[in-house]
C-alpha cells in the first residue's frame, strides 16, 4: 500500500475487555514498530519485529499486552484485560530495513479509550 | 530507560525567528533522527543523521550531532506557523533494534 495503514482509527471498550489492533505495514518494509503514546506524552516504544528474527518485546509493559506479525505483512496488537490506563494512542511503523538505516514511516494511529 | 531526551519541553516564537531544539541520549548510536507530529497522530521523518556525520541541512532545517557529547540538536530557520509541532528526536536502543524517542518539544510559531 501507500502507506502504513492501522485499524481501527478508534476504539472505546470496556475496561476487562480483549482489544485486538491492526497495523498494514508498507509493502517491502521488514521491520514494524508498535508504540504507545499517552496524552502530552512521548512514544513509549512496544515491541519491534525484523524479518524473521526473534521480536524485541522489551518493552511490552505487562503479559497482558502481546503481538504477532507474519512474515513480513500484518501485524496485530493484542491487549487483554484491559485496564483505563491502556488508554492511549498506538502508533504502529514500518521501515525497509530497521533502524540502523532508513526512516520509519508511521500510521496514524489507534486512538484506544477504556472506559 | 530512555535513550533521547529532548530541551525544551515547550518552545515558543513568532514567525520569521529560528527555533532551536536539543536532545540528549545515552548510549553509542548508529544514527539519530528527527521525526514531527501534528495533533497527536503520526509521526513524520525529517532527517537522519549518521554518527560519522557532524551536520545535516534539509531545506530550513539543519541538525547538528555531537557524539562526544551525545546531543544533537535541530535548527529550523525562518519559522512558519505551518511549523508549529511536536519534535521528537529517536535513537536506536541499547538491544540494537528498534528505535527510541525522547518526550518530544512542542513549538508553537505565532504570526
Known amino acids: 500500500g501507500a502507506g502504513v495503514s492501522q485499524s481501527p482509527s478508534n476504539k472505546v471498550t470496556e475496561k476487562g475487555k480483549d482489544v485486538e489492533l491492526r497495523c498494514d505495514p508498507i509493502?517491502?518494509?521488514?521491520?514494524l514498530y508498535w508504540y504507545r503514546q499517552r496524552l502530552g506524552q512521548g512514544l513509549e516504544f512496544l515491541i519491534y519485529?525484523?524479518?524473521?528474527?526473534?521480536?524485541?518485546k522489551s518493552g511490552l509493559p505487562s503479559d497482558r499486552f502481546s503481538a504477532e506479525r507474519t512474515g513480513e505483512s500484518v501485524s496485530t496488537l493484542t491487549i487483554q484485560r484491559t485496564q483505563q490506563e491502556d488508554s492511549a494512542v498506538y502508533l504502529c511503523a514500518s521501515s525497509r530495513e530497521g533502524a540502523r538505516n532508513t526512516e520509519a514511516f508511521f500510521g496514524q494511529g489507534t486512538r484506544l479509550t477504556v472506559v | 530507560s530512555q535513550q533521547g531526551e529532548e530541551d525544551p519541553q515547550a518552545l515558543s516564537i513568532q514567525e520569521g525567528e529560528n527555533a532551536t531544539m536539543n536532545c540528549s541520549y545515552k548510549t553509542s548510536i548508529n544514527n539519530l533522527q528527527w521525526y514531527r507530529q501534528n495533533s497527536g497522530r503520526g509521526l513524520v521523518h525529517l532527517i537522519l543523521i549518521r554518527s560519522n556525520e557532524r551536520e545535516k541541512h534539509s531545506g530550513r532545517l539543519r541538525v547538528t550531532l555531537d557524539t562526544s557529547k551525545k546531543s544533537s540538536s535541530l535548527l529550523i530557520t525562518a519559522s512558519r506557523a505551518a511549523d508549529t509541532a511536536s519534535y521528537f528526536c529517536?535513537?536506536?536502543?541499547?538491544?540494537?533494534?528498534?528505535?527510541?524517542f525522547g518526550k518530544g518539544t512542542t513549538l508553537s510559531v505565532s504570526s
Open positions: 509493502s517491502g518494509h521488514t521491520a
Open positions: 519485529f525484523q524479518g524473521n528474527s526473534a521480536p524485541d
Open positions: 529517536a535513537t536506536i536502543g541499547q538491544a540494537g533494534t528498534a528505535l527510541i
